[in-house]
């Protein structure tokens, strides 16, 4: 059990749910004395306000959190910043919904990416509760942290290897059979793409593979767009674009921290994980734009932009996962600049070529706080990956459209007709928010998790 939350209760201070429209009332049954000191603070009664209620001697007796009926995970993220430290209890106004969320952002409102730079800090604990699952709580708060670290982990300490690295602690751990494919061996091994957009960098590229549970069950393929980092290329990203760049390998990171929750579930899952992780550096043999590539598949692919590398590298690695016909696909990358454009920072966008089941993970999104939502693989936008000397360019002439674009190339690499899920993430918050610092970040980590918990279920 971690450190933030505690097994004893003795003497902790209770924390109450309170919900905006009572709070007058509320308020007139109190003591003149705590009417007073309320009223001194300025509090206002609107959701969000976390109040410390003290006893006629002054010591803290308990903690007000004003809610709403609606609250969500994020709305209970400040409760552990506004009490520093301490040792508290949820009351019975929590149900075991409000409960889960409370426990869940307490925990990830503790993590701090302090590789370089440990700074002494107080965090309050939280008693455990009953009727919350904290093995389960636990679970999901160490698989956003692990996406977290390993986004927010430069890309000097942070290449192919060492993501290859970390892959390799996760099989270990959960005796998964791994294997990596390094350099001039994915040539051979025919991963053309994956080969030639790495090769630039004196970090050689690699497909990591690895391979877990009983053939018996389902099998689900997981592949993540592992870019340590993405400099553009010869179609270089000016200086803005590139400062957040090291976040490219979220993908990777999102599917192995996937990985991570699957086999410490136990789900009945035969599980495979494909992850090209390459660096998109510059140098006498970077691939160009408008080099042809001869892909896994045998397509041909004309680069339209060396910027567009993550599709290439997917492409071949969503061709191999395809070939086994699992019972389930999904990707996860940072692929385009546009997803985010459509959808801003938080929402991660879906592509799939099954409606219902898209339709349905994205309602598990909500129900859960860690939203998604889909966008149309709109067919007709394909004329626009034409080539003419080509079977496909990667990126097409047009300046629209370009999430959708991204994930009809990833599509023509697919050819069995497997439910496929393609998630397109930021993986970064721009700015701290309650319980979620600046840097890397989960997004639609949880949701493909319960989605795939009620797969196995009903498979
Ligand atoms: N890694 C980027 C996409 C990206 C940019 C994700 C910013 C999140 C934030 C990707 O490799 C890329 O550069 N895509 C280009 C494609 C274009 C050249 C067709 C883009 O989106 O601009
Ligand atoms: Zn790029
Ligand atoms: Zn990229």
């Known amino acids: 059990m971690h450190s933030y939350f505690s097994k004893a ?30 009223s001194s603070l300025h509090v206002k009664g609107v959701s969000g306000e976390v109040l410390a209620i003290p006893s006629p001697s002054g010591a803290m007796e308990k903690i007000v959190i004003i809610d709403n009926i609606s609250s969500g995970l994020w709305d209970y993220a400040s409760l552990p910043s506004s009490l520093k430290s301490g040792v508290f209890h949820l009351d019975d106004s929590f149900n075991i919904h409000q409960a889960n969320l409370v426990f869940l952002s307490w925990g990830l409102s503790a993590y701090r990416f302090d590789r370089y730079s440990k700074k002494d800090r107080t965090f309050p604990k939280l008693c455990v509760r009953q009727d919350v699952d904290l093995i389960e709580v636990e679970r999901q708060i160490a698989a ?121 579930a136990d789900l009945p899952v035969r599980l495979r994980v494909l992850v090209p992780a390459v660096e998109n550096s510059i140098s006498g043999v970077a691939y160009r734009p408008m080099d042809v590539i001869k892909m896994r598949s045998g397509k041909t692919v004309e680069v339209g932009n060396t910027d567009a590398e993550g599709r290439l590298v997917l492409a071949d690695a969503l061709h191999e996962a395809d070939g086994e016909k699992p019972s389930l696909i999904i990707d996860v990358a940072t692929l385009t600049g546009a997803a985010r454009v459509a959808m801003g920072t938080e929402v991660g966008v879906l592509f799939s070529n099954n ?49 959708i674009t991204a994930a009809l190339f990833l599509s023509e690499f697919l050819e069995n007709k497997t439910l496929w899920f393609h998630l397109d993430v930021m993986a970064w918050n721009t700015n701290d928010k309650p319980g979620r610092q600046e840097g890397g970040e989960a997004m639609g980590l949880r949701a493909l998790y319960a989605f795939i918990n009620n797969f196995v279920k009903t498979a």
């Not at 902790?12 to 309320?38: C, H, M």
């Not at 053939?215 to 179609?235: N, Q, Y």
């Not at 598990?364 to 496909?392: C, F, T």
Request: charged content about 20%; hydrophobic content about 40%.
């Open 355 to 403: 409606n219902e089941q898209a339709q349905q993970l994205v309602r598990m999104s909500h129900e859960i706080h860690d939203p998604l939502w889909q966008m149309p693989l709109w067919e007709p936008y394909k004329s626009g990956l034409k080539s003419k000397v080509a079977d496909l360019s990667s990126t097409g002439s047009s300046a629209y459209g370009g999430a």
């Open 9 to 38: 209760s003795d003497g902790s201070i209770p924390i109450t749910r309170l919900l905006a429209p009572e709070y007058k009332k509320w308020l007139e049954g109190q003591s003149d004395f705590v009417r007073n000191w309320l």
């Open 144 to 264: 956003t942290n692990l996406v977290r670290d390993l986004i927010n982990t430069p890309a000097n300490h942070m290449g192919p290897v060492e993501l290859a690295e970390s892959a390799t602690a996760i099989a270990h751990k959960y005796k998964a059979d791994i294997s990596i494919i390094v350099d001039k061996d994915l040539i051979p091994a025919n991963y053309p793409a994956v080969y030639t957009v790495g090769m630039a960098s004196d970090r050689a590229p690699r497909l990591i593979d690895m391979r877990w549970g009983s053939e018996k069950h389902p099998k689900i393929t997981l592949v993540g767009k592992g870019v340590c980092f993405d400099s553009g290329g010869l179609d270089i990203k000016p200086a803005a674009g590139m400062l957040t760049m090291k976040k490219d390998m979220g993908g990777a990171a999102h599917v192995l921290a996937l990985a991570q929750m699957i086999m410490d």
